[in-house]
């Protein structure tokens, strides 16, 4: 089992342009949650997906949406980007939604650049 | 607000020596906490959860309710453990994860 895959591994974008993330997670594991780590920091939570459904949201604007696939793959896509977007985006894959559920295995992230 | 603060960027030891990561959170409920742990050129894995009550790799961790405080402690460093460690916070109930700015530790031989 490969674990979490995400792609691509970077990227690099030009400020307006839009842009399309994926991950596929861990097999046996049906709920993606999307984190944003700028250089320096900790993940900061974007969003959760579970049952193709957004179930939680982290204090990101509209332009940063998703989506999850009956497979339970999932993808992010950001609008309008901006140069303050540039970071590494990372996917994570657990068994259930709850924190009590079984940890979060993380991807090696998608390194994101906006010209 | 949920909030997770770890004071210290950067922190050496040397081998041998006891290590103590610093993590306090401001959070008004029931939290659960976590530390996160990235070794050079690996994916951020888990290293404990405060429900588990478990030492992994050496390293403990207890909650401290009345400090807010949730700080990983290891006895005697080893050079290994020289990695890059988040502490996180999640609601009990909830699906959101906080993490801090992160420990670089670097065990010097």
């Known amino acids: 089992d490969a674990g979490v895959t995400q792609s691509p591994t970077h990227l690099i974008k030009t400020r307006g342009q839009q842009v399309t993330l994926r991950c596929s997670p861990k097999?046996?594991?049906?709920?993606v949650s999307w984190y944003q780590q700028a250089l320096g920091q900790g993940p900061q939570f974007i969003f959760q997906y579970y049952e193709e459904e957004e179930r939680q949201r982290g204090n990101f604007p509209d332009r940063f949406s998703g989506h999850q696939f009956p497979n339970y793959s999932s993808e992010l896509n950001v609008n309008a980007l901006l140069l303050g977007d540039s970071a590494l985006y990372l996917c994570?894959?657990?068994?259930?939604?709850?924190?009590?559920?079984?940890?979060?295995?993380f991807g090696d992230g998608t390194r994101l650049s906006i010209l | 607000a949920q909030r997770v603060t770890q004071p210290e960027k950067l922190l050496s030891v040397f081998k041998g020596a006891p290590v103590e990561l610093k993590c306090n959170y401001s959070y008004s409920g029931s939290p659960e906490l976590f530390w996160y742990v990235q070794y050079s050129r690996q994916r951020l894995q888990l290293l404990l959860r405060?429900?588990s009550r478990e030492s992994i790799k050496g390293f403990t961790a207890d909650l401290n309710k009345g400090e807010t405080s949730f700080h990983l402690k290891k006895p005697f460093a080893q050079e290994e453990d020289s990695a890059m460690y988040y502490c996180?916070?999640?609601?009990?109930?909830?699906?959101?994860?906080?993490f801090g700015t992160g420990t670089s530790l670097t065990v010097i031989p």
């Open positions: 994570a894959s657990s068994l259930g939604t709850g924190p009590g559920n079984q940890p979060q295995h």
């Open positions: 097999s046996g594991h049906d709920t």
């Open positions: 996180a916070l999640a609601w009990s109930t909830g699906n959101q994860f906080y």
């Open positions: 405060h429900i």
